[in-house]
């Protein structure tokens, strides 16, 4: 009940005008910057955080919440209009959102997400508020062995993820393996396959091969297309809503995918790519028509959008409870709440209770400002589908440039922009998934370090990897992972044959 | 052919000159005044570290104080532990206006080989700040002291696990071989340190590893709240106040070594003699401020200040100490 006393004064400071302006300036911005490819919530919040010397702690954090989330609103954006996703979390949303909009349902796609990001936001809020403090302290739990474990778990969502040929999603998780493996190693400080380039000492950050893969391939795949006559403009636009039958689709999967990004955002660590990309494995393994998703499932947008939104609410509890940053955001929103002369820590809550419940007050109000400033939005944004494509991609290669140097400010991941887009084109040249290496970058290293340290803390015991109920768990459900779309394909060909013989 | 190639050649020769001459044109004009125009303050890491905080803080410092009164905007330059920003200054030779922060891994990369550079290759201006490194445990462990810790390694050196953030070679493992070296440890090599990313306090509490490595302002919260106790600090003095004060040095531990985890603002290399002096003057003057006394202490900084020659000395003596421990634990390479 005391939560609720210190929601309502949270409420008091959120409502204030100027508070209500910040949050919609923030959410907006956010919006924005998440659609532009390669700037992400940690850029826009690092761009904020000059202004927020001039701002009271309030006001900075409420409007650096609002950045955060607003990029998970945004990030889909181009992720279903023209397959480019704005930063890791929204790639999940190109699985089936740039299908439907070549089905033509690019509208109920963007109305999905938002509405999915809405309740995803709403949801993970009102659970922070009930349980912040138990949710970062069972968080702990989580130790090298059983990081490791989840990360596996999440790798095997390949399995599910390489529509067809299982050995080609197999291939391509290898060479994203390969390329997480770039740069100092942590654990011994050895340089690999650096070949003495100092930018790729600190690894390929996997943003640049996100643009790369799906900027610059959509790029080239339309240009091809251009040639061939074959790329169509859509002309006429309809209303940005949803379906009845489409919502009752979707609702099942936005109410499991929110709890879920919500706990995986809550693990220093994982972040809101994971929890997307998890849910949506999550989704399609428990479908009953798993052969839609990749073709244009609307709850394969609904999914991810719901959990990436509840992740980036997730984040912000080991920074808050614990001053501990979970995420590349959370770290920058961290020096800023220190720069602000707050010190994060479990004592904030108690010490700065009306700045921190004024921030967690104004996430309601910021999702739902949110909601309705991106549904309008979005029907300015679809008409990005009628401009021409002599136009549309040049643009879209720029954008791509100047996302990519915004990363780390290097020229360096120009050279790396190219190389991985011409390795994405004839990687769907010869029809292998990107998406398994997508994956496989992005949680590779956190992968093999987990392991190495578990290792290490273990004096070399494996054992360490089933020593716990939370381990043993993880491997069950990785298990079933693999086996049920396995089970499911097995049941449907025999199905199918019964069929042929009857 | 020949011809062109002498005319090449001498033109290679003489361009340097006319460019110096042109400088030193352009230096005569501000030695009146300077600074004129933007500065440039650069974190040689992402927006949110320690280095873009105390670049960002000495920035406002400056400003509120009027210290100095042109812009000085920040950008940030990441990459390779600030090695990428290193070689990126080795193209701004003789510049006055490019102020960066650095701290101990300006000496560790090149020790590490990540890169050829160190502090050899721009201009120190002054040490500011300091933090120390802590060593901290779960609030049950069964260690109490510094001492129990050095004990068990002495008696089983695979007995206490050791966390920090930085990689195997760098900062938070250094810190705490110094100590266990001083302590008298013996085969420093076999010690495990295991290398985390932002989460190593979670790690510690969360009882996988035994012993966090780390820079006291970043457990702060976590060790006023008692979810963590501190074993000892390494500051030659006892820091902070409250909880703080209470931690006790290695030396009343009767290790008697320290570890000061500094920073300091560097110019270019080569960065003219006006530049230098005015950064020397102005920096010291702004330590005595109250503006900058209110931002260490916001910050939990302590004051470090050396002047520009001390402090080069202070490099050398620094890089001999790493290059000690490195050496010890097989990890040297440049």
Redesign the interface.
Known sequence: MDSLMYLLNGFTVAFAPMNIMWVTIGGVLGTIIGMLPGLGP?TG??VL??LT?TMGPEAALITMGGVYYGAMYGGSRASILINTPGDGAAVAATFDGYPMTLKGKAEAALAISAIASFIGGIFATLVMVAVAMPVARF??????AEYFLLFLFALSATASMSKGDRIKGFISMVLGLMVATIG??????V?RFTFGI??L??GIDFLVIIIAIYALGEVFKSFQNIAEGKKKVQKEFGRIWISKEEWKRCVWPILRSSPLGFFIGAL??AGGTMAALMSYNNEKSLSRHPEEFGEGAIEGVAAPEAANNAASVGAMI?MLT?????S?TT??????L??L?L??????FQQQSTVIWGLIASMFIGNIILAFVNIPMAGLLVRVLAVPPKILYPIVLGLAFVGTYAI???VMDFYLLIIFGVVGYFLSKAKIPATPMILAIIVGN?ME?SFR?AY??S?GSLSIFWSSPLAIALIIITVLSVILPIIGDMRKKRAAGKGQTA | MKKTLLLFTALLILSPLALTAMGQQGDSDQNVQYPKGNLDFVAPSGAGGGWDLTIRTTAKALKDTGLVKVPMPVRNNPGAGGSVHLASLQEKKGDDKTITVYSPPLILTKLAGTTDLDYNNVTPLARLIADYAVFVVKADSPYKSINDVMNSLKNDVKSVKIGGTSSAGSMDHLQFLIMAKAAGVKNLRDIDYVSFDDSGAAQVMGGHIDLFSTGLSEVLGLIQSGDLRALAQTAPHRVGEGVVADIPTCMEAGISATFVNWRGLFGPPEMPEYAVNYWRETLGKLRLTPEWEAARKTNGWDDAYLDAPDFKEFLVQADNEFRDILNEIGMLQN
């Open positions: 940690a919040v690092a955080l000059p010397f968080a702990l739990k989580f130790g090298p100092i190693d942590a654990q011994s400080g340089k100092l930018e000492q600190s220093p660590g080991p614990l001053g501990i940053p979970g590349g770290a920058v929103m961290m020096g800023a220190l720069m002369g010190q994060p820590g479990p004592m904030l780390s400010y290097s956190n370090q340290r290490k803390i004096d």
